[in-house]
């Protein structure tokens, strides 16, 4: 052998002799510094706590204080602080929010859990924001994992899962209450009081919203204003090594919701009609945890809710039972295994032009699923393998899989990279809807032309498989960069095929009837990526910031003559940045300014926008802070989104100032 | 011309392969828990006359889990020469405790137990809500996802313990929120 041979096979021994021996040496907590100690987070991207650096996933995480110094009051105006997510404001009331592409009123692509349940509604597998009216306050993180999680959370979590975690009892004791007003966000008061019994801590609240209108089209009042009431409590309490969490809330709402009036008896475009929504749940959570840190979850929810609007009146019931067990196998393997059931029931009482069929549906689901992380190369890097199963009595049984693989090269950086199948299963809106829009007049050349959209019984699950890679770095503890890229492939998207005009005589005059039928004739491919930075200037001034790409390439099906196939670009910008600087004027002064831009929605007609928000915090006294801020200052007012052929009109968002004042008793 | 660049490559890789340890990745709660209250005891120092001989004792009042898993995390340590010993206790023999981790109590119970130490020198540790500023010595708190501790720093000088510098400049330094005795 030559010299360069036997320096290649030393090294080659090097690289596997190493790690080996570190292998025969566990982890363990007691040897780590106490620095070392405080820099350990919790995730729940694979259901169970990790930190934030260690996932093999496109994670971000808005804080408690990111929240409070953000100024925004709703759960879908904080996601603008995440990248690689889109949020664009419909009226005053209603958001299309999405991960990566696919937005709209009817986003069906992503996966939103408070304390672990979740809050999409079955109907259109998507999430209306208007019941989610939370005390931010209580809110100790949002994460945000990009990407799918189907491997764990199932069938909806194909672009991406938002987890909202509420802060437990035991932080938030005493008295606190809010009272604020502003010229958008109208007049706001939330109390809420937090204390212990015995081993156990309590809270309980209640919160009530008022909205003003956002700008119509034309430049005048909307008259989409609405109001919300929430009220709710926590518990958790522990015996020996078990801990126990219950929770529940109960929130009603009236919106002037800007749905158009389908009923061609009514005035054109009468969107006056006022839309209320009622809504309940209780959850309840059983943690027994071993030395070991194995630890075995029991949860169970029931949720109910109900919304009347102008076109229709729906009804649903969730209950839900999931149960996983978490431990260490051997000094290699982290197991996580688990299964569930869900039973939903819904009912839906159509309008004049409106209709399902069925009306009415319960269905079963049950999962499981399993995940083990196998420790390689001396805990350098981690394997991660997974797989939910779900069966469903109308749809079948469905397996989605991923395979993750994380390489922690030293403290500081990490490199990742992920290959996952996921599925969107059909709702009842994809089966059964029936919308007859209002028909267009007619004209000099045309006689007046009825549509009428239809849901497919026969709808078939949207494939999705998702690539991505991605990499992050700490600079001196001072400076933090994370970049994640993707290619997704989707097959099987909704199309909506019209079928040939047919003419009838309705008095004598003819009208032309075009029917459309969901089907799956489109396929697609989206490729894109975001970057993000976190610097710390000084101890009193971070600055953070960041990018996203999107592309979306439909790729025809020769069978389908949807019109909008060709021109479908994910309804997401092609370019987004944001940019936030966080400053301590002294002890008692905190002031925040944010900016996101947004590029235009080619296929939508929105055109590019800039947002920017200012706030500043001065602590009068311990016990009460005051907060001035004013959002989108750069203009009077813009729109983000457009509606298109749904059902409700879409409006712009003002400019805005708003005041708050809190007492922390 | 390949070879020494593969060779150059594989050398690369294997440096990289010895670069620092890497930090504990996963920790449940308790044994985070488990580890602060070891740390805890690394840092302190207890006045000469208080235990003089013997191992230096852990008690743990009221959690199971974390007494569980402060075995795991002592087993077959000493601090400062001492071998270190977990003791589960109950309320009323608290005062052959070095370290003493109480949590799932309310306020009220709480400052009794605390009271009845009467100075003592026992670090008394705990993950309830606002323990440092009730009088207790270290309380642990989650933030932004991360465990976070608040010394007490009077408490912890009518104790007569030296809590080490390099301790405090990581702690949130808190008052009482009421006189103490």
Known sequence: MTTQAHLLLGALMLSVAVPARAQTRPMDLSVATIEDLMNIEITSAS??????????????????????????????DLLRLVPGVQVAHINSNKWAVSVRGFNGLYSNKLLVLVDGRSVYNPLFAGVIWDTEDLMLEDVERIEVIRGPGAAVWGANAINGVIN?????????AGLLVRAGAGTYERNNLAIRYGGTVGSGAYRAYAQLSTHGDSVGVSGADANDHWRSVTSGFRSDWTRGPNAYMVQGSVAAGEQRALWFNLDPAAGLQDT????????????????????????????????????????????????????????????????????????????????????????????????????????????????????????????????????????????????????????????LVDKGIRINFRPTPASATSPPVFITALGNPAAQNE?????????????????????????????????????????????????????????????????????????????AWQMDGSFSAFHLTPHLNAASHDPGAAT??????????????????????????????????????IPSYTRADARVEWKLTAPLSIAVQGQNLLGPAHAEFATGTTTLLSTQVPRSAALRLTWRF | MSILWMHRLLTAAALLALAAPLDAQTASAPALKAAFVYNFATFAEWPTDATPAGPLTICVLGDEVIALALDGTVKGRAIGGRTVVVSRVKADALLTCHVLYLTGFDAKRSQEIIDGLKNAPVLTVSDQHRFAQAGGIAGMFVEGGKMRFAINVEAAQRARLHLSSRLLSLATIVKDDHAHP
């Open chain 1, 47 to 76: 259901r169970k706590e990790q930190r934030v650096e260690e996932v093999a996933a496109a994670v971000y995480v808005i804080t408690h204080d990111d929240i409070r110094r953000s100024g925004m009051t709703s759960v879908p």
């Open chain 1, 164 to 172: 909202i975690i509420t802060r437990p009892a035991s932080d938030t």
């Open chain 1, 272 to 427: 006056s009609s006022v839309s209320s929504t009622q809504a309940g749940n209780v959850l309840g959570r059983w943690t027994r945890t071993r030395a070991s840190g194995a630890a075995l979850q029991l949860q169970s929810f029931v949720d109910i809710g109900h919304r009347g609007e102008s076109i229709g009146d729906y009804q649903r019931q969730t209950v839900d039972l999931d149960a996983d067990y978490h431990s260490a196998l051997g000094r290699r393997h982290d197991l996580v295994v688990g299964g569930g059931y869900r039973y939903i029931a819904e009912a839906v009482r159509g309008g004049p032009g409106y209709s399902f069929d069925p009306s009415r549906v319960s269905e079963s689901l049950f999962n499981a699923f399993v995940q083990d992380e196998i420790a390689l190369a001396g805990r350098r890097v981690k394997v991660t393998l997974g797989a939910k199963f779900e069966h469903e009595s109308d749809d079948g049984t469905t397996v989605q899989p991923t395979a993750r693989v994380m390489w922690n090269i030293n403290k500081r950086q990490h490199v990742w990279a992920a290959a996952s199948r996921a599925l969107r299963t059909p709702s």
């Open chain 1, 463 to 539: 494939r999705f498989i998702s690539n991505e890679a991605g990499y992050r770095i700490d600079i001196a503890s001072r400076i933090a960069i994370d970049v994640a890229g993707f290619i997704g492939r989707y097959q099987g998207l909704q199309t909506a095929e019209p079928s040939a005009p047919t003419v009838a005589f309705v008095d004598g005059r003819p009208v032309v009837h075009v029917s459309t039928v969901f089907d799956n004739l489109l396929d697609a491919q989206t490729r894109g990526g975001e970057i993000t930075a976190r610097a710390t200037l000084t101890d």
């Open chain 1, 568 to 605: 479908f670009d994910g309804s997401a910008a092609t370019f987004e940045w944001r940019g936030h600087s966080a400053m301590s004027l002294g002890p008692r002064v905190q002031a925040d300014l944010l900016l996101f831009h947004v590029g235009s929605l080619r296929e939508l007609g």
